[in-house]
């Protein structure tokens, strides 16, 4: 594991020790009501940390809207003018996300510096593949992974001449491999916290695998502080997205469902009963395995493995325990009574 430089986010502490999940709204940022109605769902859906695009000055009006509606930390999301991050900041916000360098001169990064640290507030560096500056593209021909870091650690040294270290640093691609590459990089130039994600990732199904190959990747080498999920759909997709990669991975309690493909040897309808015990435990807070399969070759070992499972029969099913008892049930029942099994874990 990183030895991370701890870096506060409202009442989140980014320091390795906890994952911490965060979405961005994408409701228009003059739709106040949206907006604030969006946050609440984010926040409900597990969300812990939301950023929200500072476009303009009557956009900063939606901070202590959306502050008042929610517990969770809100950042602003800054680019090209450095009093909307100072307004932001006196405003009320959590955390400011801007690039020093698209800001104008040391002058203006001084006095968002100064903003931010009159009131203990961390800026994050967001680095994308898309708006390296001239200066590095030329010199790399590309945006290689050699490239967005040196961007990232540029950065980072605009805010370090001001004796400013609560920096987060996110250095995001739509290419995976790039993207994986970069982070790994950054992690051994630096050691502050690090926000990872898949940036442009696209609509839910690409988005998903994308994301779960690159932040899962990650986070598997002990890299990351902070996550998100791009996709191009509702944003409370992103959360039930990062809480199942994070359960993946087993740096999130919550059922885990082992169920097998099927094959010819199934004799019960295991593809939709599969599907509603994922409904059904979706929102649980039990950190349990629970296994759905098919026939008795697998079932056996599976019980070995899950807390509670069934395994499918000819129109039955034999439901095992982790304490190695089992009982045969009905194939109309096999919802019905795993459920209650589980309800009693």
Known sequence: ???????????????????????????????????????????????????AAIPNMEAVKLIPAIKEAVKIPLVAD????????????????????????????????????DACRARNLPIRIGVNSGSLEKEILAKYGSPTPEALVESAMGHAAMLEHF???????????SDVNKMIASYRLAAQKCNYPLHLGVTEAGTERMGLIK???????????????????????????????????????????????????????TRIDLINTAKMVEEAVKDMDKDIT??????????????????????????????????????KIKEEDIVPELLAEIDKL
């Open 1 to 51: 594991m990183r030895n991370v430089r701890p870096v506060k986010v409202g009442d989140c502490v980014l320091d390795g020790k906890h994952i911490y999940i965060q979405s961005m709204l994408n409701m228009r940022s003059d739709d106040i009501e949206g907006s604030v109605k969006q946050a609440v769902e984010l926040e409900k859906a597990g969300c812990e940390i939301i950023r």
């Open 78 to 113: 800054i680019h090209f003018d450095y009093k909307l991050a100072i307004e932001s900041a006196a405003a009320g916000v959590d955390k400011i996300r801007i690039n020093p360098g698209n800001i104008g001169g040391m002058d203006r990064v001084k006095a968002v510096v």
């Open 163 to 173: 004796d400013f270290n609560d920096i987060v640093i996110s250095i995001k691609s």
């Open 211 to 265: 994301s779960a190959i690159g932040i899962g990747s990650l986070l598997c080498d002990g890299i990351g502080e902070t996550i998100r999920v791009s996709l191009t759909d509702d944003p409370v997709r992103e959360v039930a997205a990062a809480k199942d990669i994070l359960k993946s991975i087993g740096k999130r309690g919550g059922v885990r469902i082992v169920s097998c493909p099927t094959c010819g040897r």
């Open 290 to 327: 629970v296994a759905v399969m098919g026939c008795v070759v697998n079932g056996p070992g599976e019980a070995r493995e899950a807390d509670v499972g069934i395994a499918g029969g000819d129109g039955c099913a034999i439901i095992f325990k982790k304490d190695g008892t089992q009982r």
